[in-house]
């Protein structure tokens, strides 16, 4: 999935209000970390563009892998995984999503809980979901709908990811985008190849990453499975920081 191509971000992002958490005292700080310093990993599916204060990143949101929600006949069809079937939504068209996140993302001082659409943007333009569906959390009737890589469209024909899959991230330590705070989002190993065993209730912590060598906090997908499902989701709990808009 790793198609290296130098930032050049803009975004714009859907703002909710929730409710705010006080931080607890000491916690890190990476004011310094400046994104557009590194090479980032998005996908010839993705705009990027960068400016002072913000990065924006456009997509369809169609993926750029297999799914059977490409439907029956087209070359990038595939069956569903056991005995995972369709939901009620078919099929998935393309959006004008923009992300804006911001160029230097920093802790805020209250930690905003993720609420239901868009928490972030994987590398090849397909958003991030939490783990909530619909009216609450995720149960066995939507789980049950995901293709290989832990996606389904949602009721607008929106596809979107909620879980470790195939083509995104298994069980390693690949770079799989950004959340709406700016912060990257791993997979469930550090870059040692080891589970880390410090993150803190919103499942990220500081250090060294492959892409960040002088270290940034970061958020991993969850290594303990969801409920029943078998699965690992990629993002529950808060933002680290001050969460940008996403658009569509």
């Known amino acids: 999935m790793r198609k290296a191509l130098y930032l050049i971000l803009t975004i714009g992002l859907f703002s909710c209000e929730n409710e705010k958490l006080p931080v607890?005292?000491?916690?890190?700080?990476?004011?310094?970390?400046v994104l557009e310093?590194?090479?980032?990993?998005?996908?010839?599916?993705?705009?990027?563009?960068?400016?002072?204060?913000?990065?924006?990143?456009?997509?369809?949101?169609?993926?750029?892998?297999?799914?059977?929600y490409w439907g029956e006949g087209h070359e990038m069809f595939e069956a569903f995984p056991g005995s995972?079937?369709?939901?009620?939504?078919?099929?998935?068209?393309?959006?004008n999503y923009s992300m804006t996140i911001p160029t230097n993302p920093n802790e805020s001082?209250?930690?905003?809980?993720?609420?239901l659409g868009p928490v972030g943007m994987a590398l090849n333009g397909v958003p991030i979901y939490n783990d909530y569906e619909g009216g609450g959390v995720l149960q066995e009737n939507a789980w049950g709908t995901f293709d290989a890589s832990g996606g389904h469209p949602g009721p607008r024909e929106?596809?979107?990811?909620?879980?470790?899959?195939?083509?995104?991230?298994?069980?390693?330590?690949?770079?799989?985008?950004?959340?709406?705070?700016?912060f990257p989002v791993y997979g469930r190993k550090d870059m040692d190849n080891s589970y880390p065993d410090n993150l803190d209730e919103n499942g990220g912590?500081?250090?060294?990453?492959?892409?960040?060598?002088?270290?940034?906090y970061h958020y991993h997908v969850s290594n303990e499975v969801y409920s029943t499902s078998g699965l690992y989701v990629i993002k529950s709990g808060a933002y680290h920081g001050t969460k940008g808009t996403f658009t569509q």
């Open 24 to 33: 607890t005292p000491g916690s890190v700080s990476i004011s310094n970390v």
């Open 37 to 68: 310093n590194y090479v980032n990993e998005y996908t010839q599916e993705v705009s990027v563009q960068v400016n002072e204060d913000n990065i924006t990143i456009n997509s369809t949101g169609l993926p750029d892998h297999k799914t059977p």
């Open 84 to 95: 995972n079937h369709a939901n009620m939504n078919t099929s998935m068209i393309s959006f």
């Open 109 to 115: 001082s209250y930690k905003e809980e993720t609420e």
């Open 158 to 182: 929106d596809y979107h990811y909620h879980s470790e899959g195939t083509y995104l991230t298994v069980n390693d330590a690949e770079l799989i985008g950004f959340l709406r705070d700016g």
């Open 205 to 216: 912590h500081t250090g060294p990453t492959a892409d960040f060598s002088d270290g940034i």
